[in-house]
């Protein structure tokens, strides 16, 4: 690793400007104010279906940067990446770290993967702040009349824990229930990474519903009067953090919403960073394409100044071998078929994305199990449907691994105008957006309502003043609402089990099939996996 300073000086960064955590992690102390100037192209980088195989999507981001670097040296041109950051959840849970792997990493990774800057645990103390005030109001006499049947605002935590997902408070004025969501899925968070700076913060931050009264009428945060306390917690945490590749690119790490249960982006804070002061800024979006993806191009990128220019779609040989329903250990072993059978999911990601009008490119993610010809059939297949291929191999081979994809993406970039637009507009109805979504993104025939999610609707409807952006909450194992459903299958009903609304951010989500704000732990979890080890 280089100096942070070295590292901020590719991006035009001055030292004055950061703030340090020791050598290699610094806080970029940006300008209060929305993006001025998009200087880069803004690429995208999601993925097919993801399976336990691995697709590849992180490494693919990073290994692109460092591959587009490579070609850039002596042009005094820059790439930079802009990612999300890892949350404890998976961490000790199933997943384990979020800075890519083998060549194509962020460093320094375990600082990053644990506790990091802070900004997670900022959020979640802000979050137990809203939720020890409202308690306390109540405590104290209850002056905003809150009916403690009625406290919406959940408590959040950067751990997976089941056991805390729905909890019984005694505050001595009787027993009432409240929930606890991870704080990737927390609207504090959502909010974090859309707002474009600290007025439009706080303003969104006042905006949140924490509860109800006894009349029915909405409480919000502002009422509350704690928006100053909470801007001493986020203030620092607001501004992106700087961190490097192993080949000594610039990474902004900000921002870390789940894609399944929340909008799967990196803040809006970061990007404006990669935006304003590198050439190519390249950044990915969590889970398939359906999820972040989707959520991408519709939620984070309704703002005027976030508009992108590519997308890079990312599969590997593995990934589509079990979309084809080959078993997980037979993998190392050549199945063209169920290869073949598998590219329909991929193909359907495609053909997802093009509907944003922007140009699109795919990466093969390779692995040394892949055979030759594995890779000419599904490469021949693509090719036919038009769509242009680069093999991708920075796992392995690092920057140079990455070089024929940062060729792809130049020449695409230099030959092709995105001419981007949103799947829907935002002024239609709730239910429309949502069918939308299901039917075009997901291939459903249909959407059924509980009667929860049906009384959620009429009120969510009495709450919505303008047009909003619908996140879906679904498993990102499968196009359907079904995680055991494999490939790209049709005529299915997506399940909505209920919705919430996010004021402050002016967020819809629709929670569908079994779908948890908080996760909870494998049988054994990466934390275990860790004892004993160095």
Known sequence: MIKIQTIAKKLGIKASDLFCYGPYIAKVMTKDEPIKKKKAK?????????????EGKTTTSIGL?????????????????????PSLGPFFGMKGGATGGGKASVEPDERINVHFTGDLHAISSA????????????????????????????????????????????NKTGIHTNETVITAASEIMTIFCLAKDKTDFLTKLGNITVAYDNEGNPIYLKQLNILNALWLILKDAFQPNLVQTLYKSPVLVHGGPFANIAHGCCSYRSLKVGLENSDYCVTEAGFGADLGGEKFMDILCRTDELKPDLTVMVFSIRALKLQGGADYDTLNEENV????????NLIKHLENMKKFNVPLVVAMNEFKSDSPKEKKAVCEKLDELGYKVAPYTSFMDGEKGGKDLAKLVLDTLNETTSNYKPLYNGDETIEDIIEKISTEIYGA???????EA????????????????????????????NPKVLGAPKDFTIHVQGLNYYSGANLVVARTGTIWLMPGLPKVPQAVKMEGSK
Not at 130 to 157: C, M
Not at 337 to 344: E, F, H, K, N, V
């Open 127 to 170: 979050s137990l702040l809203i939720s020890a005030v409202i308690e306390n109001s109540i405590y104290q006499g209850n002056a905003l009349n809150i009916n403690k049947d009625r406290i919406v605002f959940p408590r959040a935590l950067d751990v997976n824990d089941r056991a805390l997902r729905e909890v019984q408070v005694d």
């Open 65 to 85: 940067t460092d591959g587009l670097n490579l070609l850039l040296k002596g042009s005094k041109k820059v790439a930079c990446a802009c990612l999300r950051q």
């Open 42 to 54: 803004l690429i995208l980088v999601t993925a097919m279906t993801p399976t336990k195989a691995g």
């Open 337 to 344: 078929d169920a290869c073949l059978s598998g590219l329909s």
């Open 445 to 451: 025939k249909d959407v059924v309502y509980s009667n």
């Open 454 to 481: 049906k009384q959620d609707l009429e009120n969510i409807k009495k709450m919505v003043k303008s047009s909003t952006s619908v996140c879906v909450a679904k498993t990102p194992l499968s196009l359907t609402d």
